[in-house]
């Protein structure tokens, strides 16, 4: 019996002791534990407000048997931290927004899961289950992430800087992963993947001096792979000559000249470069070009212009033809060149112009900032509430472990870009603090793809 009829058969069964057995569970722990660990298998629906009825205020990690017949948790408190829900029968599961370890493997997650809004999830494991999507932004804290057998069509990395594990083999048949970071050293993939950018659709090579296929090739595929196992063999050496102290201080060879010189990797301008770390480096290396990239506004602009400049070319031709400047047939030949140049031009412009819009006025996120402010409002709420009734210590807690954060992210999110600036000119130095609702990277297109 598969999970699907197991989660039927549970359901048609009535079998709801889920509820009951962790209140058991509970009879036999202290009150302030941070950690709990149920030994038993549960089956049906469980509520987690249970935690609070019972007074378990403080708790953070909950472990839940593997193999047990879950069919949805409910109310999951804000304070928990941890979550082990791995080989159950839940097809959805709503987070408390701290979370930042996940484990929900070999369960029945269908569809899309939208994970952007967690902000501090670093581990998540949702491999085995039915997902096709995990949003197009996935948190900035994530450090691991695997999504092995899954129905996933697309992986957008653009926000995660500082993700080590990306586990995502057996996905969908060409899996598109977008703006792969260079600080994976643990990674799985397809055999069939394409490495994409996210502000256009493929990607142009360089090795050497010379421009290659683009990314949808299998040579440019095999340079991405290579790459990054090169990358991720030389972490591991590095990390154990560091742990090893009568060779610390030494460094792995170079791929290509074998010398005890280390290598240099980066993900600098737009490339992905690997070469030889000495003095004098060798001549081997690998070089991945992603792109030319040119400021939006003004190409988008450019473009505008062109169309405008078009439609004067084809009302001038019109008016050729009816003075008989030029005949039937040219004017026919001009006026098919004309239009096809139009119709691409324009299709360009309308495609950037709602991108423009999709950065400026981004309605969803408006409405994500707008719950969090509420989110904020309702812990300000329970603060008073500790203050007044003594309780100072909890009310501390709130206000920093709990209202902090969300403040974190709404200002992240409202200023996208903040950057400090110190001028030298006087005497003493001046600090000057720049906010942008927008990162100058979201306002680059890339040419070459498009």
Excluded at 63 to 75: C, D, M, P, S, Y
Excluded at 224 to 240: G, L, N, P, S, T
Excluded at 293 to 303: A, G, S, Y
Aim: with cysteine; net charge neutral.
């Amino acid at each position: 019996m598969n999970k699907e009829e197991q989660r039927i058969q549970v359901i048609a069964d009535g079998n709801d002791s889920a509820n009951t057995v962790f209140r058991q569970s509970l009879e036999k722990k202290k009150k302030n534990v941070k950690e709990i660990t149920v030994r038993e298998k549960l089956t049906g629906n469980l509520n987690l407000a249970i935690l609070q009825e019972e007074g378990f205020t403080q708790v953070e990690i909950i472990r839940f048997k593997e193999g047990g017949q879950l069919t949805a948790v409910t109310n999951i408190p804000t304070n928990i931290k941890r979550l082990y829900l791995s080989n159950q029968l839940i097809e959805n599961l709503e987070l408390p927004d701290g979370i930042e370890y996940l484990d929900i493997d070999h369960n029945l997650l269908s569809k899309e899961w939208d994970l952007s809004r967690y902000q501090m999830l670093k581990h998540v494991n949702v491999s085995y289950n039915q997902l096709n999507s995990l949003g197009t932004h996935l948190p900035e804290s994530l450090e691991k992430l695997y999504c092995t057998h899954n129905n996933l069509l697309n992986l957008f990395l653009a926000d995660c800087p500082r993700i080590k594990t990306l586990h995502c083999n057996y996905n969908a048949e060409k899996l598109r992963i977008y703006d792969l970071p260079d600080t994976i050293v643990d990674g799985q993939f397809p055999e069939k993947v394409l490495y994409l950018s996210s502000s256009t659709s493929s990607f142009s090579k360089e090795e050497g001096k010379g421009k290659g296929k683009e990314s949808s090739s299998e040579e440019y595929q095999e340079n991405i792979r290579e790459y990054f196992d090169i990358k991720q063999a030389y972490d591991k050496k590095v990390h154990y000559l560091r742990l090893n102290k009568k060779l610390r201080g030494e460094l792995p060879p170079c791929n290509g000249c074998k010398r005890l010189v280390g290598m240099v990797f980066s993900g600098k301008d737009q490339k992905y470069r690997a070469y030889c770390g000495g003095e004098k480096p060798c001549d081997w290396k690998i070089m991945i070009h992603r792109g030319e990239k040119v400021t939006f506004r003004p190409f988008l602009q450019e473009m505008m212009d062109h169309l405008e400049e078009t439609k004067g070319n084809i009302i001038r031709q019109k008016m050729d033809t009816l003075f008989g400047y030029i005949s039937d047939e040219k004017s026919a030949e001009l006026f098919k060149k004309h239009l096809n140049y139009f119709k691409t031009n324009n299709e360009l412009v309308q495609k950037y112009k709602a991108r423009y819009e999709d950065i400026y006025f981004q309605e969803e996120k408006r409405e994500r900032l707008v719950l969090k402010q509420k989110n904020i409002q309702q812990k300000l709420t329970e603060v008073r509430e500790y203050l007044d009734s003594g309780e100072t210590r909890e009310a501390v807690r709130i206000q920093m472990e709990e209202i902090q954060p969300i403040a974190k992210y709404i200002q992240s999110q409202i200023y996208a870009d903040m950057s400090v600036y110190i001028s030298k000119m006087g005497k003493d130095p001046e600090f000057s603090v720049y906010q942008s609702e927008i990162i100058p990277s979201q306002l680059e297109i890339n040419i070459q793809e498009d």
